[in-house]
């Protein structure tokens, strides 16, 4: 019997009986991503050397995968089971190193072949990973074969070109439709472009990224600002179809005295201008107030870190000499990546954790001069809520000659009129909709990104953003799209690992020497892997879709398999110990035929210590354990109605 434990103790065994579902969860990076990207797919691709291979796997599911690999919020990562080994697997940057091989930016006449190569992919190597419903290549397929009948040319307008817009518009073009793109800014990229510095994500990466999806007949209409270059209503009557992806382009301000002075800048608006060429003049002394949970945070590749990103950006202006970064949290309460606070840290930036803004202080001309702070005792509540208190005792003034403000982001929606537009708005002042699909409770108005799920992750933004544009597909064909699994378990005969791999450390990340990247608000910070740095963080990925399988019909409770496991991740114990709960009572049954539970042995695994080191099935003598590699393809086709 070869079940698989939840955990194993002295006491009575929780099993789960593997399913579908099971199989899935194991993969634990895949099932942590948003639009379920493969990420042990493409990283075992570039292992074997393969990076074509491993750009297609990536960017499958992913219209903005180059921009992913930069400035993910990288959930996958956080959910990589190799972390509670030691540390995860650089993911994000494996990512990276694939698509800066072969993706877009890698060379002219990307973009126009992408399609064609993701086509030709499952002829040259088969699937290319365990895919979910966002994959691309079944799309492409589906529609070839007519299973999905493509759109006859209905138009819709999208605004905003950040990351949900542009993965809408990727998608629906695929699906048939003729896309506009409104976009207020003079380029597209949305935040991505204006919000993100370019030290983190270069333009010509972002521009490489969007002429993919604009070679695929989308539209793009950059400067053209929605409530005043043209009307929502217009917008609808232009369109059969309105996306509303706008962005959170303004920052929040302090309701504390001082907050309107002369040299407060919004964190979001200096950033905004710094992009756009028209820096604004700071002083020698600089104060970021950052922090909060009432920050607007979209993760590492948006906004959840304005305020590191406003100080990091401060710090490379020549003018200034000094820049503090003030937050309510303690240094591990810190919403920013960590690789962004010690990089921070690196370049000088004086970061003062648990402290709260009281009021900005001002000269007689009105110009700041100072923040005074009070200590913060407790930024959570007992539940977890966002609920700060202070010691007004313990006061810090910190002079300094500007203000960044990086405490929260709002979007700007003036270019909706509730009773007009006949639009709902919720408590927050968004328009309310169906966060799943984006529909509004007008038919013709879909809603997409932040705006739709509330602040998440860029990646969440991308999710949202093609999962509306099915949405559209239904509403204006008539024909839901739906999915059948297609499950898959191969036999690996020859499964072997790369000498070391569980002893090998993570390999970090090559970065540009401080004193040369705070000259400029240009230069790359990170650099990217070369080949061998990349081979040997991929050798570090467990295969979590690699699984052990055992035959109880061959298994003669030798007990080899046991002994061989170097994190004792499997026991023989009595049957009598397995909980008998759900389906595992009819299992027991079944298996057991009367025999009484205490003189009969069950085989269980604890799952989450397997590193996939292939031992127990070398050792086992009677070939009852083999090494079978996972594969699921969510396959999309239409219903009628």
């Known amino acids: 019997m070869g079940e698989h434990a939840e955990r194993l103790g002295s006491e009575s065994i929780a099993v789960t009986l593997p399913d579908l579902q099971y199989w899935r969860e194991q993969i634990e990076c895949q099932a942590a991503c948003p639009v379920r990207t493969d990420a042990r797919g493409y990283i075992q691709a570039i292992l074997e ?164 999806i604009t070679a695929l007949g989308v539209e793009a209409r950059t400067g053209c600002e929605v409530g005043v270059d043209v009307t929502l209503p217009e917008l609808r009557e232009r369109h059969d179809a309105v996306i509303i992806a706008a962005g959170a382009k303004r920052s929040r301000r302090l309701d504390i005295p001082g907050a309107d002075a002369q040299g407060v800048i919004g964190g979001v608006e200096f950033l905004r201008d710094v992009a756009v060429g028209n820096a604004p003049q700071l002083g020698s002394r600089v104060v970021v107030i950052g922090g909060g949970n009432v920050a607007y945070d979209v993760g590492r590749s948006v906004l959840r870190q304005i305020s590191i990103d406003a100080a990091r950006m401060a710090r490379r202006d020549p003018r200034v000499a000094e820049v503090s970064l003030c937050s309510l949290e303690s240094l591990a309460e810190m919403p920013a990546d960590d690789q962004e606070i010690i990089e921070g840290d690196e370049e000088g930036i004086v970061r003062l954790n648990g402290l709260g803004p009281v009021s900005i202080l001002t000269n007689e001309g009105g110009a700041v001069r100072g923040v005074m702070f009070h200590r913060c005792l407790r930024v959570f509540d007992e539940e977890g809520r966002f609920a700060p208190t202070f010691d007004d005792d313990d006061l810090t003034l910190i002079e300094c000659d500007n203000v960044l403000l990086a405490v929260g982001q709002a979007v700007d929606l003036g270019f909706v009129d509730p009773e007009r537009d006949g639009l709902t708005l919720d408590r927050r002042g968004f328009i309310a909709c169906d966060p799943e699909t984006g529909r509004t409770n007008a038919r013709d108005v879909f809603v997409a990104g932040d705006l739709a799920t509330g602040p998440k992750l860029l990646i969440h933004a991308v999710a949202s953003g093609k999962a509306v544009a099915r949405s559209v597909y239904e509403a204006l064909t008539g024909r839901p799209i739906s999915f059948r699994d297609v499950e898959l378990h191969l036999a690996i005969p020859d499964f072997h690992r790369t000498a070391g791999y569980e002893r090998e450390a993570r390999v970090p990340m090559p970065t540009t020497p401080v004193a040369q990247r705070v000259r400029s608000h240009v230069a790359p910070v990170e650099r990217g892997y070369t080949d061998a740095e990349a081979r040997r963080e991929a050798s570090r990925c467990l295969d979590c879709g690699v699984n052990t399988i055992f035959d109880g019909e061959k298994c003669i409770l030798c007990g080899g398999c046991v002994d061989v496991c170097p994190e004792d991740c499997l026991r023989i114990v009595s049957a009598s110990r397995l909980a008998r709960e759900g389906a595992v009572v009819g299992v027991l049954e079944r298996q057991l035929d009367g025999t009484p539970g205490e003189e009969a042995s069950a085989i269980v695994k604890d799952e989450t210590i397997c590193i996939r080191c292939g031992l127990c099935a070398e050792r086992c003598p009677t070939g009852a354990i083999t090494m079978e590699r996972f594969q699921c393809e969510e396959r999309p086709a239409c219903l009628t109605r």
Not at 67 to 82: F, H, L, Q, Y
Not at 167 to 178: E, M, N, V
Request: aromatic letters at 4%; hydrophobic letters at 40%.
């Open 49 to 212: 050397g393969d990076d074509e291979r491993a750009y297609l796997i990536a960017r499958g599911p992913n219209p903005l995968a180059s921009i992913c690999g930069r400035v993910c919020g990288a959930p996958c990562e956080t959910a990589c089971r190799r972390g509670q080994l030691d540390r995860p697997v650089a993911i994000r940057a494996l990512k990276w190193f694939a698509c800066q091989a072969c993706g877009p930016e890698a060379g002219a006449g990307r973009s126009l072949s992408l399609v064609e190569s993701l086509k030709a992919a499952a002829e040259r190597c088969g699937p290319t990973a365990s895919g979910g419903r966002d994959e691309l290549l079944p799309l492409l397929q589906a529609t070839t074969r007519g299973d999905i009948p493509l759109a006859d040319g209905q138009s819709v307008g999208v605004v905003g070109s950040g990351p949900a817009g542009l993965a809408a518009a990727h998608d629906l073009s695929l699906l048939g439709f003729k896309v506009t793109l409104y976009e207020a800014e003079g380029m597209l990229g949305g935040m991505l472009a204006i919000g993100v510095p370019e030290y983190r994500l270069s333009r010509s990466v972002i521009r490489a990224e969007v002429e993919v």
